[in-house]
């Protein structure tokens, strides 16, 4: 295999990625704590979906979240209001979280609160379909959100992505009757790019499928600290 | 000033890709022929849009597409029963287009057509707000499409592209009954990171705002060929 220079560079840095993911996992897993990487395009809903499902999942648990952002920390301030630990991560002109930005951030967190009295971490990723997909953080589990309004063949032109995913969120479901959109035709090419995924549809203003993406979270704590 | 080991390999990245994106003006200059980078978050709408342009455009114009995508050439086969001359150009991991892959797509298309005859060559960059802000191609504007249902943070979160940004489309803006979006609230953030660029409403389904972005391009294509 003949790899050009920039090819290596990036293996290379992939490798020293997967590493530093390592350790985050251990340490995670010490903690028994478990992480979800949530990611998606620019605005198909991840920090409203994040302070709707926070509103339901803080009653039975504690729950921490790191917001990745590329300049500002809007997302986090966004968050504030639900009184659990935040910590921003801005990464400046990268386009994705690492898994030293994750691990820089758990330090922070250490100074906000025991992280043995967490039991879950959410990680709001840098909005983009593309390279967050390549850069594991130690997560024990990939959320993929996609907004209908985003149209029925990103999957396929996305394909990193979907393939890496435990769970895609269908968002916006709410939308549905105001647009020429083929929810089949996405599942299908959801499907067709990754078949161990699975699949929920959500609205985070109606609410809809909150209960069972709820239910898919609850079970995934069950067997993480069984 | 003090640079990490990838800061300087980014750099040094980014320094020769500004060469070749200098060559690649030069090359159409020579050709007089205008060109144009498209950039959005995957699902804003681009590939419609062109759809719906080049109906259009190709009544008084000759145009021609170079279609990045980074796995498939769904947009590419979308366009092509416009019968105009399309590149597809799949750049495999990348998250962007650059000037080497644009200089490579110019030369296939000059085995399709004489580029002399050409007066728009539109470029359809891969669907992400991040990275391909940082990388000229050699065109002559930059323009950012924007839905409104991405929320009107974006030019906050993602302000590089918007930075750069000759003219920004606000498109499905056919979905405003159905949302609860500010539109003032986004000019008003796009313009505060920005504040020479040019905004357009428009929506492809309606085809609101098409005589707006039309006017726009034929004044920029006026004054190109002056």
């Known amino acids: ?35 979800l990487n949530i990611m998606s395009s620019p605005g198909a809903g991840k920090t409203k979906f994040l302070e709707k499902t926070l509103e339901d999942l803080i009653i039975n648990f504690r729950v921490a979240v790191l917001e990745g952002d590329m300049t500002t920390n809007l997302d986090a301030m966004r968050l504030e209001k639900l009184r659990i630990p935040i910590v921003p991560i801005t990464t400046g002109r990268a386009c994705h979280l690492d898994a030293n930005m994750v691990s820089g951030g758990l330090k922070i967190l250490e100074t906000k609160i025991n992280p043995e009295l967490l039991d879950i971490l959410l990680v709001e990723n840098v909005g983009n379909l593309v390279c967050p997909a390549e850069f594991e953080i130690g997560e024990h589990f990939k959320i993929v959100l996609l907004s209908i309004t985003e149209g029925e063949d990103k999957p396929l032109k996305y394909p990193i992505m979907f393939r890496e995913a435990d769970l895609v969120l269908i968002t916006k479901i709410d939308l549905l009757p105001y647009l020429n959109f083929d929810i089949q035709e996405l599942k299908s090419n959801i499907l067709s790019t990754n078949s161990k995924t699975e699949i929920i549809e959500i609205s985070s203003i109606s609410k809809t499928g909150f209960d069972l993406w709820e239910n898919w979270i609850m079970d995934k704590i069950k067997a993480f600290k069984a």
């Open 1 to 35: 295999m003949h790899l050009s220079l920039s090819d290596k560079i990036e293996l290379n840095i992939l490798h020293h990625n997967s590493h530093q993911a390592e350790l985050n996992k251990i340490r995670f897993n010490d903690l028994k704590l478990i992480c």
